[in-house]
């Protein structure tokens, strides 16, 4: 029971702290690097990044990849503002596992665009693992984990009561985009329950002004649109519920999460005029619900987990979400529905020789059911594993171990719905049923040099298996404008790689300095074949051996009380080893910067703050014509943007404060985004090839928080 009080008041404390202008470094206690014990980020070998409280409540984006995109080491493929999948150590898509309170999602994010099934207002605190930590969070994760948690649910004294939580508001002035969302967490003696409700809608976002294709050269460089672009809007509508009763003998929480966005994405016709269209519309619709326990067998505790996502994507070719419903019943129209059931048992052991830890079994059950259109067959997923973790602490050592073996058997039947996809011979009778299993396992160490300096090293091996859209996929991917075939051949991805970091923290300055080698094994990406179906290019999954490296360097300091500077910058290299040649998809190395400078109170403000950032990015090329979005470096096809990105700085202006209201003390935000206007691309854009990046935006966010 120790470790539950303890949890709890940790929590309690966080939240006390988080309105504080103290200028020392308070970094909350790591949940998911450790089963076990209680560790600081600084302390565990694993290179983890926290974000939660009112620093991720100003950030202020419905983007995943964007509010993630200043931790070093995590970029983002972007499509337009509400869509951002985060790239982890140049990994993405299936590598990168996204949890929710620990859990594996399941909400179809295999496209490019395709956007995860959560806003980030709804989280309490996001966390970021960057490198292979199969044996905790699942096979998938080999080159990182994004874990969402839901709030905390609170106990009282007996007989009394807490009632806590937040209202905020955003508002963006380049898309006009709005947020109201709220958030209550409420226990009376043993029994806890929270609720959270987020509504946020936003128009079309613009680019600076530029001369396009059409007032330009006939064939050049000068984007296809610029001002206003059509078809960026969408609207999402989010909602939490949880209850939760703690004990003697520990804790059971029940909670359900919805999820529902309706999005457009810009495309183009094609020649002579390459008109905007709506490349698709979509009504994205996520439901979750998760029981939780933790039960105490003396000094042994059992963690069972059991959660069920149910999600459908309904999307229309070249057709805006405002009229979808009129392309029912058409090949334009897209609905597939995937009911997933996940079980975890794990079982926490007290201290064996110098070792604690965790043993566990888990499962699941998936189930896609293509109910009309062509894109992804009907087929079934079916996975189990056993792992275990060990840790032990010494006085100037942490190590961390965990094995893991992992089962899947994926299969497509080839009748119904399905005989398109077998009479296209995308999948037959010998090759739609698929089992793949295998190993991974990690060691890490932290070595503590002084009280203000560590070593921390992994080595890990990954294991992924290829998921039914990469092996089955066969149709129209309207979001990105692609016709996308999936390869029954491919083989399960295995990684070889490890980490080291050096890392200095004190009361005023904390900064990592980290190196990564990851080598892969039947490295799965997506190929532009270079053929076409119809007016749309083919692209093929296809494998390949390959590494992954690079260096990371970032810091965080305060120069006075009143001053802080923080930064950093990654170099990253991925190459095709087969075929000596780059990946695809690949970030650009990039450099941050911000200073904040406090100066005190101003009128009724509290604790402002005014900042100034800046990032840069190099310039990058693609890898090839096989490259998903090399198709717009062919002239021949396309008179105008391109695959490739030019380098670019964007600087960024921002001001925060306390407000009290009452005996509250809530925030307020303002930030102004690409505050010069720049005309920039990033290479991790999908309209880089006829648009380009936002332009200047003014974002004002007022969080309030309350207590009674």
Known sequence: MQKLVLSTLAATAL????TTSEKIFMEPIVISASPVHDHTTFDVPNQIDILDGKEKALKAT?????????????????????????????????????????????????????????????ADRIEVVRGAQGVLYGSDALGGVVNILSPEILTAPVGKSILKGEVTGEYHTNNEERMGGAKIQAAHGKLGVNAAIMKRKAGNFSTPNADTWEKGEPTGSNPRFAGELPYTNFETTSALAAIGYTDNWGKVSLQHIYWQS??????????????????????LTNNETQLKGEFLLGDWILKPTLSRTLNQREAATNTPYEIMETKQ?????????????DGRLALEHPKIGDFEGEIGIEGFDKDQTLIEGKLAPTASEKGSALYIFEEADYEKWIFQTGLRYDTKTITAPTNGINTPFVSTGIFNATNNSQTFSGFSGSLGSTYRLTPHWNIAGN?????????????????????????????????????????LALRYKDTKT????????????????LANTGTWTGTLPNMRNEQTNAIME???????????????????????????????????????????????????????????????????????????????????????????????????????LGYTADIVIGNQKGQLGVKVSNVLNTHYRDFLDTYKGYALAMGRDISFVVRIPFTF
């Open 550 to 652: 690079g260096i990371e360097f970032s810091f965080d300091t305060f120069l006075t009380d009143m001053t802080r500077f923080e930064g950093g910058f990654e170099l990253i290299r991925g190459r095709d080893t087969t075929n000596d040649r780059k990946l695809t998809m690949m970030p650009a190395n990039n450099l941050r910067l911000a200073i904040h400078q406090n100066v005190g109170t101003l009128g009724s403000f509290e604790n402002s703050t005014f900042s100034v950032t800046m990032k840069s990015a190099a310039s990058q090329s693609v890898a090839g014509a096989y490259e998903p979005f090399a198709q717009y470096n062919d002239k021949t096809k396309f008179p105008f943007g391109s695959a490739d990105t030019a380098g670019y700085t964007v600087w960024g």
């Open 510 to 525: 904390k900064a990592s300095l980290s190196v990564y080698h990851t080598i892969i094994n039947d490295y799965i990406y």
């Open 262 to 283: 309706f999005q457009n994405y810009l495309g183009h016709t094609t020649a002579p005029n390459f008109t905007a269209v709506a490349s698709a519309g979509q009504k």
């Open 329 to 341: 019943g058409t090949a334009d129209y897209l609905n597939i529905q995937t009911d997933r059931l």
């Open 15 to 18: 939240i006390a702290n988080d």
């Open 62 to 122: 419905a983007s995943l990849g964007g509010i993630l995109e200043e931790i070093t080491g995590v970029n983002t493929i972007s499509t337009g503002t509400q869509a951002g999948k985060p790239v982890i150590r140049g990994m993405t898509g299936e590598r990168v596992k996204v949890l929710s309170n620990g859990s594996a999602t399941d909400s179809q994010t295999y496209g490019i665009r395709h956007v995860v099934n959560s806003d980030p207002f709804i």
């Open 459 to 499: 080595i890990a091996r990954g294991f992924r298996t290829p998921s039914i859209f990469e092996l089955y996929a066969g149709g129209i991917h309207g979001g990105v404008q692609a016709y996308q075939l999936g390869n029954p051949n491919l083989n399960a991805e295995k990684t070889l790689g490890g980490d």
